[in-house]
């Protein structure tokens, strides 16, 4: 079995399955009362133009100074989160009446963070950053909060320079419920037609914007503007010096520089040694798409959009207690939990998950362990080709004692690290055999054979 070779902690033991025919109850519900499709982002509503181009042009040409600068702000606001996060949740998914939010924290207010090389003038935030106001209202409005707030880190050629915090207070939460929902319609009709004409002039407009500068927005300056609608429900912008001084010197902390992570994703750790060859050998050419892998995407696309379909903060970000794999651990009900698809014709027995799937009950251990938690949740949808997608089968898994999995993570670590620095994949745990088929790297491998693949 996997995650028993060698001198690993046996971990098979330390799991109890059990089936939630109650949960699958409710998910079939959800699922049985689609909303509007497709479904809108927040950040489409924002600049309805840039999200059609986003959404049906082609890829642009980004920068490599402005690539940098993304990928800078990403690592730079995950950071963030750890400070601003632990008195709520964080990362919270919405998905309601085809419009869809990640907000970045959520407490008794709606929380966004952002970083930039000048800080908000808190009497001219409204006019000055018109997007990220309207970004922070319609957050709030989806999570039924009237008030949010907007935490601005600064950061100039790399260097933290303080902390803006600005508290906003919203009236007519309605109101911005239904700006959103007639915008959404908009974008759909525009997408529908294959044409973003009636579409706002984006904010930016003349000022970098990647569509524009690729040919493929043909803005000349003459759309309408957007509407002021959403930004003339600001009631209150208050400054909040205190935190400022009290979150500096924490973000100081969480911004210095550290060693990067050697495992960037779970997986790597579940199947180190095809992550092995990835990683020193990657495959010159991508997989090209096929029938069945498409079939995969709708099902896991059709189970993502089910489960985030509940109350908001069902579905959030978990704090990690690990520095390794970096990679976020979603949470539902406040326990980490799993979608995966599968091929089998047949409902998957609760007696039978970890022999038949190991890599489900394995996976979840080890995000179980760096959450902090002794349970988590395994969601299967079955996949059917030509049909109606089977029903959705909801697992709890129970890690007693949680720690075997820690252990047997840090092991794991241990040998990744070698295996990169000695160059040889060797001391990893082989790949299950349902891999073999289509594994690029088997010839030079060699540590499995053809097997059935039913379980993903």
């Not at 209150?236 to 495992?263: F, W």
């Amino acid at each position: 079995m996997e995650g028993s070779s060698g001198d690993e902690p046996s971990w098979a033991d330390a799991v109890q399955v059990t089936e939630d025919a109650a949960l699958e109850a409710e998910l079939e519900a959800r699922r049985a009362r689609p909303g509007p499709r497709p479904a809108v982002g927040v950040t489409d509503l924002v600049a309805l133009r840039r999200g059609f181009w986003r959404r049906t042009g082609p890829p642009v040409e980004v920068a490599p100074e402005r690539r940098e600068r993304i990928e800078s702000g990403r690592e730079l606001h995950r950071r963030m989160e750890r400070v601003i996060a632990p008195t709520g949740r964080f990362e919270v998914r919405v998905r309601q009446d085809g419009l869809v939010a990640r907000i970045d924290a959520l407490t008794d207010r709606a929380i966004e963070l952002k970083t930039t090389a000048a800080p908000a003038d808190p009497d001219r935030v409204v006019q000055d950053r018109p997007d990220q106001v309207e970004q922070l209202a319609m957050y709030c409005a989806l999570a039924e909060r009237a008030e949010g707030r907007l935490v601005t880190l600064v950061v100039r050629d790399g260097t933290f320079e303080g902390v803006v915090t600005l508290d906003f207070a919203f009236r007519g939460l309605a109101g911005i419920r239904e700006e959103m929902g007639a915008r959404a319609e908009r974008f759909r009709e525009s997408l529908a037609r294959g044409r973003p004409d009636g579409l706002p002039r984006c904010r930016w407009f003349g000022r970098g914007c990647e569509y524009q500068a690729g040919s493929v927005c043909r803005c000349d300056g003459s759309e309408p503007e957007a509407t002021p609608e959403i930004l003339e429900r600001v009631e209150r912008v208050e400054p909040r010096p205190e935190l400022d001084r009290e979150l500096g010197p924490l973000l100081r902390a969480a911004l210095t520089p550290a060693t990067p992570p050697s495992v960037l994703r779970f997986r790597d750790l579940i199947y180190p040694r095809r992550a092995f060859f990835e990683r020193t050998s990657p495959p010159n050419v991508a997989e090209p798409p096929t029938a069945a892998r498409e079939e995969r995407r709708d099902t896991f696309r059709a189970l993502v959009e089910t489960v985030e379909e509940g109350p908001v903060g069902e579905v959030s970000r978990l704090p990690s207690l690990a520095p390794e794999p970096d990679e976020e651990v979603a949470g539902f009900r406040d326990a980490p939990f799993l979608l995966k698809t599968s091929r089998s014709r047949a409902p998957l027995a609760a007696g039978d998950l970890v022999a038949r799937s190991p890599q489900y009950a394995l996976e979840l251990g080890f995000r179980c362990a760096v959450a902090g938690r002794s349970s988590g949740r395994v969601f299967v949808a079955r996949e059917s080709p030509g049909g109606a997608p089977g029903p959705i089968q909801a697992f709890e898994l129970s890690f007693a004692p949680v720690s075997v999995f820690a252990r047997l993570l840090r092991l794991r670590l241990r040998r990744w690290e070698s295996a990169l620095r000695d160059g040889s994949p060797l001391g990893l745990a082989a790949c299950p055999e349902w891999m073999y088929a289509d594994c690029p790297y088997r010839s030079e491998c060699g540590c499995g054979r053809e097997a059935p693949r039913s379980q993903r």
